[in-house]
C-alpha cells in the first residue's frame, strides 16, 4: 500500500529506488479464540528505514508485531523478511532484534547474566554486552541488578541493549517510547536516529504522534485490525479532498493521500494527527 496507489492490497512500490525491502506483510489475519483480531493489516518497511505503526489501544499493533515474527500463527496473508518467509526459513529471524513493552528479560537475572545468556544463544562474544549498555546509557549501578528491581526506563535500556546485541537489520520495537521520563525518552529517541544513522530498518509502535512525525520515514495507521492508510512521512502528507481518476491517491477517511514527489497544485498538506483522525474517521 501505498500513497502512490489507489489499492490496500498491493505493496508499495517496493523498488522504485535502489534500497531493498526489509519487511514486507500484507492482508493479514488471525482469530484468538474466535475473534478476528488482524482483518487485512498490510506493512511496506524499506530497509533503512525508519517506520512507525500507530492506531488506537486494541487496534492490532502488538499482535501483527507477533504475527510478523513468527511468536504467534497467522491464519491468512503473508510475511517477508528481507526477502524470505519466516516460516519457510526462520534463520532471517536472526537479523532481527525485538523489544515487547513488557514481556523482556528475565525477571530474577542480572542484566549482565541476562545478556551474557542472549550472547550464548546469538553466538556473539560476550565483550558485545559493554557495547550495547554504552549504546542505550544504561547507569552502571544496573548492570549486575535483577532485570524485576530496574525501573520501567532502565528496563526498557536493558531490552533495547540485549536486542541490539547480535547487530540485527531490522529492530522491531513495540511501544518504545511509552512510559518513560522526558530524559530517558530523549536517550531513546536519540537512539532510534542512531540505528538509522547507522543503516538500520527500525519499525516501532507509538501512541505519541510527534514522536511518530519526527522519527519516521513512513507510517501506517491501523484501526480495527487493518492497515487503513500507510504513507511515507519524511517531507509532508499531501491530500485532495475528492478522488480523481487521473490521480493515484489512497483514502485515509475523509481525505485522499497523494504522492509527495508530484502532488496536484491544489493538494493540501496535513500533519500526522489530522492524518490519523481522518483515517480513523473522528472528527476533530
Ligand atoms: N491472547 C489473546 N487472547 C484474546 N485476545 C487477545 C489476545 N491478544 C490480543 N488480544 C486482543 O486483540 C486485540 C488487539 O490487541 P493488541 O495488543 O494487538 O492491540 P494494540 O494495538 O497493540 O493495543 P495497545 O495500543 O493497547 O497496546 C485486543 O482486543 C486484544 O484484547
Redesign the pocket.
Known amino acids: 500500500m501505498h500513497a502512490n496507489t489507489t489499492t490496500t492490497t498491493e505493496p508499495r512500490d517496493a523498488q522504485t529506488d535502489d534500497t531493498g525491502t526489509a519487511l514486507e506483510v500484507t492482508a493479514l489475519e488471525k482469530s484468538?479464540?474466535g475473534?478476528r483480531?488482524?482483518d487485512g493489516v498490510g506493512l511496506s518497511v524499506r530497509e533503512g528505514e525508519t517506520y512507525g505503526v500507530v492506531?488506537?489501544?486494541?487496534?492490532?499493533?502488538?499482535?501483527?508485531?507477533?504475527c510478523l515474527l513468527g511468536l504467534?500463527p497467522v491464519d491468512g496473508g503473508s510475511v517477508s523478511l528481507f526477502g524470505t518467509d519466516p516460516r519457510m526459513d526462520d534463520t532471517v529471524l536472526e537479523r532481527v532484534g525485538v523489544v515487547f513493552?513488557y514481556e523482556t528479560l528475565q525477571p530474577t537475572w542480572s542484566v549482565r547474566d541476562a545478556m551474557a545468556h542472549a550472547c550464548h544463544g546469538y553466538g556473539v562474544p560476550t565483550d558485545r554486552i559493554e557495547t550495547c549498555l554504552a549504546e542505550v546509557d544504561l547507569e552502571p549501578a544496573a548492570h549486575d541488578r535483577e532485570f524485576r528491581d530496574l525501573s520501567k526506563g532502565m528496563k526498557r535500556k536493558a531490552s533495547v541493549a540485549t536486542a541490539l546485541l547480535h547487530e540485527p537489520d531490522l529492530l522491531v520495537l513495540?511501544?518504545p517510547l511509552s512510559g518513560l521520563d522526558p530524559g530517558t525518552q530523549a536517550r531513546m529517541r536519540e537512539l532510534i536516529d542512531d540505528l538509522r544513522e547507522s543503516g538500520r530498518t527500525v519499525v516501532f509502535?507509538s501512541?505519541d504522534l510527534d514522536h511518530v512525525q519526527a522519527l519516521c520515514d513512513c507510517v501506517a495507521v491501523?484501526a480495527d485490525?487493518r492497515t487503513v492508510v500507510e504513507t511515507p512521512l519524511s517531507e509532508s502528507v499531501r491530500v485532495i479532498e475528492e478522488p480523481r481518476p487521473e490521480i493515484e491517491a489512497e483514502q485515509a477517511g475523509e481525505v485522499y493521500v497523494v504522492s509527495d514527489d508530484d502532488p496536484p497544485a491544489d493538494a493540501r498538506t496535513i500533519d500526522l494527527e489530522e492524518l490519523y483522525f481522518s483515517a480513523l474517521g473522528v472528527e476533530t
Do not use: Y
Not at 492506531?55 to 507477533?66: D, I, L, S
Open positions: 484468538i479464540d475473534s483480531i488482524l492506531g488506537p489501544n486494541g487496534a492490532g499493533k502488538t499482535t501483527t508485531f507477533r504467534l513493552e513495540d511501544e509502535s501512541h491501523i485490525g
